[in-house]
């Protein structure tokens, strides 16, 4: 964000960018510097566009004024370089994790939100806390292929939007995946996680590349 970003048309952030987004309210060090980083980004002239992932789905307006950011709709049709290209968090698209979703429409409830971000700080972490030893004690006992995407529910959005490239993380999964559906090709690209090293999709008017960079 300090460099390359500083001289791109434009910066999209696919969601998970924190292990929990705790809400707007947080005046952690940690957060304040993110925040920081975002709107140094946006005050340079760069636009930057942010899809909520399933670990900061509580990011809100307040966050958005601070930084600058657009906060994009859960799945997005964007153009690049006179390309239709669709744009999403990637964990709808993981249909056979039913309970997951189950999960995922009850925290997304408006008044469920509204709720919880008038919860005092101290106590929504005991929350948060409590909420990711759960998920992570249930992680590892699901078969991995119940956590990855549905082809044939990403085929599906695919048509819907009719689009020949999607792009999206949530599953952490770095990869360029090709395939065909009625003699039409299409191309979906899995940005990674930033755990041990950063995963980055450079797009530009020669085609896009998906590259790791080490810590």
């Not at 636009?47 to 997005?76: A, H, M, V, W, Y």
Request: charged share 25%; with cysteine.
């Amino acid at each position: 964000m300090q460099t390359e970003a500083r001289q791109a048309d434009a910066l999209y952030v696919l969601g998970d960018l924190f292990d929990f987004w705790i809400g707007d309210d947080d005046d952690s060090h940690f957060a304040q510097s993110i925040k920081s980083e975002f709107k140094a980004l946006t005050s340079s002239g760069v636009p930057c566009f942010f899809t909520k992932g399933n670990r900061d789905f509580l990011i809100g307006e307040r966050f958005c004024e601070q930084t600058g950011i657009t906060l994009l709709p859960d799945e997005s049709v964007i153009e690049i370089y006179g390309n239709r290209i669709l744009v999403l968090h990637g964990d709808t698209l993981c249909t056979e994790d039913v309970r997951y979703l189950k999960f995922r429409a009850t925290v997304h409830k408006p008044w469920l939100q509204w709720l919880f971000n008038r919860i005092p700080l101290c106590i929504k972490k005991k929350i948060i806390s409590k909420v990711q030893a759960d998920i992570h004690t249930e992680k590892s006992t699901k078969p991995l292929e119940i956590m990855d995407v549905t082809q044939s529910e990403v085929e599906r959005v695919m048509q819907y939007y009719d689009v020949k490239l999607m792009i999206h993380g949530h599953t952490h999964r770095p990869n360029i995946h090709k395939f065909a559906t009625q003699n039409h090709s299409h191309t979906r690209v899995v940005l990674g996680d930033w755990y041990t090293q950063g995963s980055v999709l450079v797009y530009d008017n020669n085609g896009f590349e998906l590259q790791n960079r080490p810590f």
